[in-house]
């Protein structure tokens, strides 16, 4: 069974440009979640969707924002980039929205510059 | 407030010696507790769990010990292997799962050395 993928892997961006990152679940998974992950704050959870619905939402700036295709593929988009904004970001799915385990992709590294 | 501490943000280790990780939470409602595995360049990938109502949950060479009125717990790799050097993450959940509930430490990188 396929892993979950994200695109593009690594990304550099000015600041105030805005990004959109993409995340295809684990076949049969329908939650997907997003993290953060940086050195000083460690993996710090974004948002998570569960039939095209935004279930919750981590303490990050409404410039964060994001949504859930019909076939659970997700996009993540970060308008008005800041330099803090640099990070690496994860995507998980689980099978559903009370799964425990979550199952993580490789992330996307993103620069901002 | 981290509510998940990892206070060792590196250990050296022996090939074929045991490798002890820790991890402390504070936070008493949490109800079930998971390790995951980073290498480099990849995501985190999920090693082993267990729930409050357990004290151990062995898989292998992993196994995990949940002392819940220390609020800690400590994963144990026996025999280290060289493919072990990774940096690990400990997460505890809120009940009912969900990724929101997930909260996860700040990781201890694992070198295992020949």
């Known amino acids: 069974k396929a892993g979950v993928t994200q695109t593009p892997r690594y990304l550099i961006k000015t600041r105030g440009q805005q990004v959109t990152l993409s995340c295809s679940p684990i076949?049969?998974?329908?939650?997907v979640s997003w993290y953060q992950q940086t050195p000083g704050q460690g993996l710090q959870f974004l948002f998570e969707y569960f039939s095209e619905t935004q279930r919750n939402k981590g303490n990050f700036p409404g410039r964060f924002s994001g949504r859930q295709f019909s076939n659970s593929r997700s996009e993540m988009n970060v308008s008005t980039l800041e330099l803090g904004d640099s990070a690496l970001y994860l995507c998980?799915?689980?099978?559903?929205?009370?799964?425990?385990?979550?199952?993580f992709g490789p992330g996307t590294r993103l620069t901002v510059t | 407030d981290q509510q998940v501490k990892q206070n060792s943000p590196s250990l050296s280790v022996q090939e074929g010696r045991i490798s002890i990780l820790n991890c402390d939470y504070t936070?008493?409602?949490?109800?079930?507790f998971l390790w995951y595995k980073k290498y480099p360049a990849e995501g985190p990938t999920f090693l082993i769990s267990i729930s409050s109502i357990k004290d151990k949950n062995e898989d292998g060479r992993f196994t995990v010990f949940l002392n819940k009125s220390a609020k800690h717990l400590s994963l144990h790799i026996v025999p280290s292997q060289p493919g072990d050097s990774a940096v690990y993450f400990c997460a505890a959940s809120d009940p009912g799962g969900g990724a929101d509930g997930l909260t996860f430490g700040k990781g201890t990188h694992l070198i295992i050395q020949p």
């Open positions: 936070n008493s409602m949490f109800d079930y």
């Open positions: 076949s049969g998974h329908r939650s």
């Open positions: 998980a799915s689980s099978k559903g929205p009370s799964s425990y385990e979550q199952y």
